[in-house]
């Protein structure tokens, strides 16, 4: 094209100026993310790029400057500085005010990207600070301007002084005589996210450029690195499809249609590439001039309705397809063209005739368009199609596969509703649905299966506060009628405790199982994944556990008065593995219910069970009240089942006999009724709950009382003080002392042996001299006592428990044979384990050894697979079987249940890159998740219909959690897109480690993290001190609390929101990573092989 030199001020057309852009920058500039700080960049390249198109550069600058800023220049006409009619220099009126411009005149450029004069003035108003820098005439003329405002008139400056404003990338302005150079700062207080550009993005959108503009030289550079790109290309568009399909299998040669089609005002230039590939996905690119019109418009209606209509008739002319079988096919549809299709649609047109939707121009509106276009493909590919005969069938053939699958994934949708509307489920069963019904405030975690936790088969009984042992199956069905459960605990603390047992449901079918076998005669069924709790309280998976490993045990029994301190009959009592003793159930539930603030002990002094059934220990079924109310409330109860007028008068005639009479008095007068009626009120001090009680009401007045605390102090100082003033007393303890190293004599020899090589070192002794004065507080003595008590307690009692299980019972002899044998004096003599646990009480030592775990036998794999069935349990996270073991359940415990929803998705998901809509609709995982989301998907997707507005991946931080997100955000990418594009899918970031150094703790997310953290405590503690790292690798290694606090809570959580920045470089991406072809697949994970996160 020949260059036109008139391009003066006369040219630059008024409309209004720049206030509306810094108030609504959306409305220019799309948006004020990452998106539209890019969006500046590409209004500025173009306006350089519009004076390559009409032939007036031939090479363009762009650079990332080291302070932030981006500088482009160009060896075009540059931007006329002349006087315009209105009295300001052109140059101030085109930067300064709003459609203010040089392509209103259809003379001024004939394939211009910039429209409406809102560009450049747009940018300048959203830019902190911009310059301009014109060379016309071999004279440099110069204007700065900060948010929108001149700082100054525009001056002409000599050729020093211009070099001031000119970076070295962009010397080349000096050479030429005329050309343009624009330098700004994007605006922080517009872009408050990010004014940080990406080298990355730019390259891609100068590389697209420079395709569409043969033989024009572009250069970037980023001066912070030193990276450098060039580019020049002189086979156009053909060159830009080659480039998208080099990771595809072309099924046929590149089809090139180009041609102008004649309006009644102006001719529209048509150029389409296009070819069908061996994958199932549409590539479909579209230009209006330079601008990529991502949306598409009316150029890509009239492509496709001209692609429609030539492939069906071409069709049925050559017998490839008769008209009865497209009926039957409900005819070709445009979307049966798009699978494979890779394409380049370009129309070029007068500038000043172009219509966007927006200044974004992401959508071309000219109606006129849509015709030209065709009429020139439809003219041209049938042509092609005739000279191409093979070409055509291999097209026919494909198109053909395609509407098939349609017509099978139509009919695979039809059945998956239709199932639903029969089976009253519209969602899938392994769903924890949220409670919201809001979809802008609810949200779907999918996790992969591992990640959701192991299930049990729906026979497995679980043991309930009401006294039943009920199945899974069995409790599905109660909580669907409205019922209420609760279930048997162990609380953070230790303790045995009660806790709800909700949201029982069915989560997988027909699936992997195995049989746990107990040493109580116990058989458990289910997932290799769950979690057992070992008698220290951590998990481990049914697939991991060894006949080594102790398990949390259940004991329950009835109460008896015969047992020493025990004054109610038929009361169920729970084994507290904490203080290894027996509580009653009912205080477990009252406790709950105290927690929960359902009632407090003002309500009453006395528990009463509701249905008058003692054995239901549903906190719902407690109630607390004063005595009186609550003895009379039996009575009552009594009168209407006992106390029947009958029964009352043959109890009147008994106590009337002289046998009665006789007997009763001599009862009374007995020594043994008197002993009796005396143990009575000391046993009340034998029971824990009435000890527990005493001891805080004496703590409350203690701690309320000061001169009582001091009479106290005072009398237990003066006790001590006596006591040890006896000779006796301190003869008898140095006695014990004494005959303790008689019958130990191996230890008094060794200890002997080690005192006198350790303290010979002077040094040693000072230093431990000086340390014992720093550590021995009291606090460190007190916490040094209760870890050796726990330390001994822990590892005589599983000693105990060995010696029982060994030999069908629990003989002490050889229980002191093994001590001796392994010389661990930690496992404690028998009688001084009673002694200093159990106030000497063997016989309760002995209950605290049986009742202290349970252990495995055998675990074998089943053939058969089974349903699996999960709850939920709040808090605590962990619930007792029927068989007596506590088990973990599920990691949809980490979740807020009004908004959170959990779907797990168990094996591999298919690879939908190389899979078709019917077979996807079909694959189980995936159809479940369409149903869960309620979009649909292909021609029924609507997306107004998302269930949620936030769709988290929440993945393992392995290698399989990885390929999992990939293949998840493959599926979104391909089929549901627009879910994607409007921003409402999320990836989960979990922590990578958890970092501890005494109380110190801290969860971080990146390696840099890590190492900033380590050594920042390095340097606080010395480079020696020990810093505990523990690695994530899997969900399931932390516990709800923690997976709630790291990676679920929206307090403290951390999300990475997928965007699509580049859609044709997004597309290329998953077809190399998820295709057929291994090479470029090999060659791109080796060349990322560094990078920690792929920005695609």
């Not at 549409?282 to 330079?290: D, K, Q, W």
């Not at 699978?339 to 939707?357: H, P």
């Not at 009660?498 to 029982?504: G, R």
């Not at 859609?1063 to 990078?1091: C, W, Y």
Request: hydrophobic share 35%; glycine share 6%; aromatic share 8%.
């Amino acid at each position: 094209m020949a260059k036109n030199n008139t391009y003066t001020a006369e040219d630059i057309t008024v409309l209004e100026g720049l206030e509306p852009v810094r108030k609504r920058p959306g409305m220019y500039i799309g948006s004020t993310d990452d998106r539209g700080l890019h969006h500046l960049v590409t209004e500025i390249f173009d306006n350089s790029l519009d004076e390559a198109i009409g032939g007036h550069a031939k090479h363009i600058y762009l650079s990332l400057n080291q302070n932030g800023s981006v500088t482009v220049s160009d060896d075009g006409r540059g931007i006329p500085v002349d006087m315009h009619p209105s009295g300001v220099s052109a140059l101030e009126i085109a930067m300064t005010k709003l459609h203010a411009g040089g392509k209103f005149k259809k003379t001024a450029y004939q394939a211009s990207g910039g429209l409406h004069g809102v560009g450049a003035s747009a940018v300048n108003a959203l830019s902190n600070n911009m310059t301009v820098v014109v060379t016309r005439g071999s004279k440099y003329y110069v204007q700065s301007y900060k948010r929108g405002n001149p700082d100054f008139k525009v001056k002409e400056i000599d050729s020093k002084t211009v070099k001031t404003y000119i970076p070295d990338f962009h010397k080349h302005l000096l050479k030429t005589k005329s050309g343009n150079l624009t330098t700004f700062s994007p605006d922080p207080t517009i872009f408050k996210t990010n004014t940080k550009f990406s080298f990355k993005r730019i390259k891609n959108q100068l590389r697209e450029r420079a395709y569409l503009v043969a033989g024009v030289y572009i250069h970037l550079l980023q001066e912070k690195t030193g990276r450098k790109s060039n580019f020049y290309f002189e086979s156009g568009i053909k060159s830009l499809l080659s480039h998208h399909n080099k990771s595809k299998k072309p099924l046929h040669e590149i089809i090139h249609i180009k041609g102008n089609a004649d309006t009644p005002d102006y001719p529209i230039g048509v150029e389409v590439v296009m070819q069908y590939t061996d994958t199932y996905q549409e590539a479909l690119i579209s230009f209006a001039n330079t601008i990529n019109t991502y949306d598409g418009g009316t150029h890509l209606t009239g492509f496709r309705m001209a692609l429609t209509r030539i492939i069906k008739d071409y069709a049925i002319k050559n017998n490839l397809i008769d008209e009865k079988s497209s009926k039957k096919l409900d005819n070709f549809t445009s979307d049966d063209m798009k699978e494979g299709l890779t394409a380049v649609v370009w129309i070029k047109m007068t500038s000043s005739e172009i219509q966007f939707e927006s200044q974004t121009k992401t959508k071309l509106n000219n109606p006129e368009v849509q015709s030209a276009v065709y009429q020139t493909v439809r003219d041209q590919l049938e042509e092609y199609l005739e000279e191409h005969p093979n070409a055509g069938k291999i097209i026919v053939a494909k198109i053909l596969l395609a509407a098939k699958a349609r017509l099978a994934a139509k009919a695979a949708r039809e059945a998956v509703v239709r199932k639903g509307i029969l089976d009253g489920l519209t969602l899938p069963g392994k769903l924890a649905d949220c409670q919201s019904k809001d979809p802008k405030l609810s949200e779907i975690y999918i996790v992969e299966g591992d990640s959701a936790g192991g299930c049990f088969s729906a026979d497995t009984k679980i043991a309930l506060a009401d006294g039943r042992n009920i199945s899974f199956k069995k409790l599905v069905t109660e909580q669907s009628q409205g019922k209420s459960h609760f279930c048997y605990t162990i609380r953070k603390n230790g303790q045995v405790g009660i806790e709800k047992f909700i949201n029982a449901r069915l989560t997988k079918k027909n699936t992997k199982v195995v049989r746990v076998y107990l040493d109580n005669k116990e058989v458990i069924t289910c997932t290799p994944d769950h979690k057992f709790m070992l008698r220290n309280g951590n998990y481990k998976q049914a697939k991991n556990l060894t006949t080594k490993d102790s398990l949390m045990p259940l004991y329950k029994k009835m109460s008896s008065k015969a047992e020493k301190g025990i004054t109610i009959e038929g009361y169920e009592m729970v084994w507290n593995p904490k203080s290894n003793s027996w509580l009653f159930t009912h205080i477990l539930a009252d406790w709950y219910n105290r927690w929960k603030k359902n009632y407090t002990l003002k309500s009453g002094d006395h528990c009463h069970h509701k249905d008058f059934n003692k054995l239901n220990n549903n906190p719902i079924n407690l109630i607390r009240m004063p005595q009186v109310k609550h003895l009379e409330l039996h009575r009552q109860h009594i009168g209407k089942t006992l106390h029947t007028e009958d029964v009352k008068e043959k109890c009147r005639k008994l106590k009337q006999t002289q046998k009665f009479r006789t007997a009763m008095s001599k009862r009374m007068k007995q020594p043994k009724t008197r002993d009796i009626l005396s143990k009575n009120a000391k046993a009340q001090w034998q029971d824990q709950d009435y000890k527990n009680f005493m001891t805080q009401a004496w703590r409350d007045f203690y701690n309320n009382n000061e001169s009582y605390r001091l009479k106290n102090k005072k009398q237990l100082n003066n006790a001590q003080k006596k006591y040890w003033n006896i000779k006796q007393n301190r003869e008898a303890q140095s006695k014990r002392t004494e005959i303790y190293l008689q019958t130990h004599p191996e230890i008094k020899i060794q200890l002997s042996k080690i005192a006198k090589q350790q303290w010979q070192n002077e040094k040693l002794l000072s230093w431990r001299s000086e340390k014992t004065k720093e550590q021995w507080t009291p606090e460190f003595r007190k916490q040094r006592l209760h870890t050796l008590d726990k330390t001994y307690f822990k590892k005589t009692l599983n000693a105990l428990k060995q010696i029982e299980k060994t030999n069908n019972g629990l003989n002490l002899e050889k229980y002191q044979q093994h001590r001796l044998e392994t010389g661990d004096r930690s496992i404690l003599r028998f009688d001084c384990f009673c002694s200093r646990f159990f106030e000497g009480n063997q016989e309760k030592a002995k209950e605290a050894v049986a009742n202290y775990n349970h252990r495995i036998v055998k675990i074998e794999q089943v053939q058969k697979k089974a349903d699996v069935y999960d709850a939920e349990v709040p808090s605590t996270h962990n619930f007792a079987l029927a068989s007596g073991i506590f088990v973990h359940n599920s990691a949809k415990q980490g979740r807020d249940r009004v908004t959170q929803a959990i779907l797990p998705l168990g094996g591999k998901i298919l690879n939908t890159e190389r899979a078709r809509l019917d077979k996807i609709v079909e694959f189980t995982e995936l159809k479940d998740l369409i149903v869960a989301l309620g979009i649909g998907i292909g021609e029924t997707l609507n997306l107004e219909n998302l269930r949620y507005h936030r769709v988290i991946i929440m993945c393992d931080a392995d290698i399989d959690g990885h390929h999992i997100e990939t293949l998840l955000l493959t599926f979104f990418f391909r089929h549901m897109r627009e879910m994607v594009e409007k921003g409402h899918v999320y990836l989960a970031m979990p922590p990578l480690y958890k970092i501890t150094h005494g109380k110190f703790e801290k969860y971080v997310y990146t390696e840099e993290d890590k190492d900033k953290t380590v050594n920042t405590l390095k340097e606080k503690h010395g480079s020696d001190t020990k810093i505990n790292l523990q690695r994530y690798k899997g969900l399931g290694e932390m516990n709800p609390e923690q997976l709630w606090n790291t990676t679920m809570d929206p307090k403290t959580r951390t999300l990475k929101q997928i965007t699509i920045e580049d859609l044709a470089k997004t597309d290329e991406i998953f077809n190399i990573l998820m295709g057929a072809d291994v090479p470029p697949r090999k060659k791109f994970i080796q060349s990322h092989a560094q990078i920690a996160e792929l920005d695609v």
